[in-house]
């Protein structure tokens, strides 16, 4: 119940194309909902981040949508550019004060071809 | 404004040998983080400090890992003896108070051992 899945493991797009990652989770008491960005030697890095109570967030060219009804968000990446080539992770957090915490997806590895 | 700071960034042991990682989180952060990161996973977080105190160390494997926090700003985890499995990335991220969504992650230290 803690888990989120995300999908797909691995993804190529060409450049200019739109990359899109999906999770999705089962705990309702999960109240953010941030993705990671992760370049290879380095740590992940917070790219984006969603309340449940909203649909939709777009952050230049990164869009998360929000499906709270289906337990399902995705990060999508318009007119991907090689520099995006990295490993993006999705996460869940819940909880209260010293008691809150956050939980990763297994990771999608984006490759974007020049 | 410094990140966060990790050493060594590579280390190679033999097995059964003791190894130490150190973390120097970012200024005024009060809370911090060490995870294990595998290949090809999300990181999983192994224990949670808020100041000195250790608030989550649940996913600790206590027989052989160790952590400190001295003073509220840096920290050690130590693990002896190093076991084949122990083979990871051991990431150090540290956040303000409660904002468990948005930390900020060191570049890790990726532990061999043989």
């Known amino acids: 119940q803690q888990q989120v899945k995300q999908s797909p493991q691995s993804l190529i797009v060409q450049k200019g194309g739109i990359s899109i990652i999906n999770c999705a989770y089962e705990n309702t008491a999960f109240d953010y909902f941030p993705w990671y960005q992760q370049f290879p030697g380095k740590g992940p890095a917070l790219l984006i981040a969603?309340?449940?109570d909203v649909s939709e967030k777009k952050e230049g060219r990164f869009t998360i949508s929000f499906n709270k009804s289906a337990k399902q968000f995705s990060l999508h990446i318009m007119d991907s550019q090689p520099g995006d080539s990295a490993t993006y992770f999705c996460?869940?957090?819940w909880g209260s004060g010293s008691a809150r915490q956050l939980t990763f997806g297994s990771g999608t590895q984006l490759t974007v071809l020049p | 404004e410094a990140g966060v700071v990790q050493s060594p960034r590579y280390k190679i042991i033999e097995k059964k040998q003791p190894v130490a990682f150190w973390c120097n989180p970012i200024?005024?952060?009060?809370?911090l983080y060490w995870y294990l990161q595998n290949l090809g996973q999300g990181p999983e977080l192994l224990i949670r400090y808020e100041n000195e105190e250790a608030v989550d160390d649940s996913q600790l494997p206590k027989d052989r890992f160790s952590a400190e926090r001295l003073k509220g700003v840096d920290s050690t985890l130590k693990i002896q003896p190093a076991e084949l499995g122990d083979s990871a990335v051991y990431l150090c991220a540290s956040s303000l108070g409660g904002r468990v969504h948005e930390q900020y992650f060191g570049p890790g230290t990726r532990l061999t051992v043989t």
């Open positions: 200024s005024g952060h009060n809370t």
């Open positions: 996460a869940a957090s």
């Open positions: 969603i309340r449940p």
